[in-house]
């Protein structure tokens, strides 16, 4: 089955920090990637849509320029929070889309800002 | 309105039951439906995907649907404690885009 791996599982930094996460379908060749954070006992909600070669669609409230995200090519997708702060302390999950396919997640990243 | 509801629990049945969960949504142009099982503190994992109205069974999973309700369901048979899980119901949409609408999910308890 299709894999999509993500890294790091879990970061614990300071205040101001700017934590990269990686995402990465291993199997497969991904036409988008899918940004989503998760706080305690919510649903996913989407951050932004990002497709190879061109810049990501960021949904309504997302601040474009806190989560940069490039994807480079068809298998890797970033998310970088910059300057994180204790209000970004969230799960964040990326998943791979190849048109056709259901979404495949990665195992998602837990970040905590101190 | 919300997109896709479901509701949230939690959903208890004893072991060896059959769990019954709901989800409608409200974009009569949706063309694809999905479950994913998400266990606390674990990333959401695909368990059935469905396309037609009907029924589609793999193993102990029945997904159905009906779009001219704008209902899809998901029947777990033989309850195992290992099943209690939030199930969260997810459609794309008439876009191409691959957006999926996910529900608020919904938790079920298995119990011994």
């Known amino acids: 089955g299709a894999v999509v791996s993500q890294h790091p599982s879990w970061v614990i930094c300071k205040s101001g920090t700017s934590v990269k996460i990686e995402c990465r379908s291993l199997?497969?060749?991904?036409?988008?990637m899918f940004w989503y954070r998760q706080f305690p006992k919510q649903s996913l909600m989407l951050m932004a849509t990002?497709?190879?070669?061109?810049?990501?669609?960021?949904e309504q409230g997302v601040e474009k320029d806190k989560f940069l995200i490039n994807h480079a090519s068809l298998t890797l997708s970033t998310l970088t929070v910059t300057s994180a702060h204790p209000e970004d302390s969230s799960f964040y999950i990326c998943?791979?889309?190849?048109?056709?396919?259901?979404?495949?997640f990665g195992d998602g990243t837990r970040l905590s800002i101190l | 309105q919300k997109e896709v509801e479901q509701n949230s629990g939690p959903l208890s049945v004893p072991e060896g039951a059959i769990a019954s969960l709901n989800c409608t949504y409200s974009?009569?142009?949706?063309?694809?439906f999905f479950w994913y099982r998400q266990y606390s503190g674990k990333s959401p994992e695909l368990i059935m995907s469905?396309?037609?109205?009907g029924d589609k069974e793999d193993g102990r999973f029945t997904a159905q649907l009906n779009k001219a309700s704008q209902y899809v369901s998901l029947l777990i048979r033989d309850s195992q404690p290992s099943d209690s899980a939030t199930y969260l119901c997810?459609?794309?949409?008439?876009?191409?885009?691959?957006?999926?609408?996910f529900g608020q999910g919904t938790t079920l308890q298995v119990k011994p």
């Open positions: 998943s791979a889309w190849a048109g056709n396919q259901p979404q495949h």
């Open positions: 199997d497969f060749q991904a036409t988008t």
């Open positions: 990002s497709n190879e070669g061109s810049k990501a669609t960021y």
């Open positions: 974009d009569r142009g949706s063309q694809s």
């Open positions: 469905i396309y037609s109205n």
């Open positions: 997810a459609v794309k949409g008439s876009s191409n885009t691959g957006k999926l609408i």
